[in-house]
């Protein structure tokens, strides 16, 4: 039972455009969401996060919004860079604080130059 | 500031070995530990989940096992390795109350034959 899901596996995005990741998730329990940025053969880094309190979170080129109600979410980066070829991972968790998260499958970002 | 390391970074093991993964964090005193596994195609699957010395929550039936001696040290292991063992492995620590934000190794890539 996949909880987070990343419907598209790949992305391709011409740089200087917008890149649009998403996210969906079934757990209405969940209420603490992260971005992880992953290079092959490295470990994920933190990218955003945001709490269910929250509709929208920017940092930078980065931002993330939230639609409760539809249980999704989505991470914009604008303008992209080729820099930001990598796999993005979609993470939950079930209350702020509990450090047990669920992934999504992840979703492989191409900026294309 | 602190690091997390893991190793080896690469394992080719035949089925039927033993397995050791090892990963220690310094700079930090009592963090959650983890490990995680990416296998291809999939996302991230939680398989352990440390908060202290000699505790260990089991995520998935599996033919693995945790163990965590020492505060900042946290090893996978397994008395005979199956052909679905292989993947990704990822050690990942977090400090209590940081609202999930994990921070992750290097990986291990573990092929079995």
């Known amino acids: 039972d996949q909880q987070v899901k990343q419907n598209s596996p790949s992305l391709s995005v011409q740089e200087g455009r917008i890149s649009i990741l998403n996210c969906d998730y079934t757990?209405?329990?969940?209420?603490?969401f992260l971005w992880y940025k992953k290079y092959p053969a490295e470990g994920p880094t933190f990218l955003i996060s945001i709490s269910s309190i929250k509709d929208k979170n920017e940092d930078g080129r980065f931002t993330v919004f939230l639609n409760k109600s539809a249980k999704h979410l989505s991470l914009h980066i604008v303008p992209s860079q080729p820099g930001d070829s990598a796999v993005y991972f979609c993470?939950?968790?079930?209350?702020?604080?509990?450090?047990?998260?669920?992934f999504g499958t992840g979703t492989r970002l191409t900026i294309i130059p | 500031s602190q690091t997390i390391h893991q190793w080896p970074a690469t394992l080719v093991q035949p089925v039927g070995s033993p397995l050791s993964l090892e990963c220690t964090v310094e700079g930090t005193s009592n963090p959650n530990l983890y490990w995680y596994r990416q296998a291809a195609g999939r996302g991230l699957q939680l398989l352990f989940y440390?908060?202290?010395?000699?505790?260990i929550s089991s995520e998935v039936p599996q033919n693995l096992s945790a163990s965590r001696p020492q505060d900042r040290q946290f090893i996978l292991s397994s008395k005979k390795l199956l052909l679905s063992d292989s993947g990704f492995y990822l050690c990942a620590w977090s400090v209590r109350g940081n609202g999930g934000e994990l921070f992750f190794g290097e990986g291990s890539r573990l092929t079995v034959l």
């Open positions: 757990n209405s329990m969940f209420d603490y």
């Open positions: 993470a939950a968790s079930g209350d702020f604080g509990n450090e047990k998260l669920t």
């Open positions: 440390s908060v202290g010395i000699g505790q």
